[in-house]
């Protein structure tokens, strides 16, 4: 089965970055989108950034400009830049596969990202 294991979370000032990846166990990168997602307590999970298998990106307005995901088949995983953090940002960040809604049904444990004012 396949399992995705986010990394690269932390703790930075607003105005600061940070490059988050998720590898997953097996080569699903080559023929499938992958997104970022995020979570805040309190907040429904949220689709932060898509890479399509060809490398078509999508972002959600929030973080258009900030973010860029990009994706590494021969290394199955893939990556979120960002930049700019702002405070709204703070959340736990998942990655999964599918460009519009999550297609694999077990989340990984996700990376707290937490941007202070």
């Known amino acids: 089965q396949v399992q995705l294991v986010e990394s690269g979370g932390g703790l930075v000032q607003a105005g600061g970055s940070l490059r988050l990846s998720c590898a997953a166990s097996e080569n699903i990168f080559a023929g499938n989108a992958m997104g970022w997602y995020r979570q805040a307590p309190g907040k429904q999970r949220e689709l932060v950034a898509t890479i399509t298998s060809t490398g078509r990106t999508n972002y959600a307005d929030s973080v258009k400009g900030r973010f860029t995901i990009s994706r590494d088949n021969a290394k199955n995983t893939v990556y979120l830049q960002m930049n700019s953090l702002k405070p709204e940002d703070t959340a736990v960040y998942y990655c999964?596969?599918?460009?519009?809604?999550?297609?694999?049904?077990?989340w990984g444990q996700g990376t707290q990202v937490t941007v202070s004012s």
């Open positions: 999964n596969a599918g460009r519009y809604a999550p297609a694999i049904g077990s």
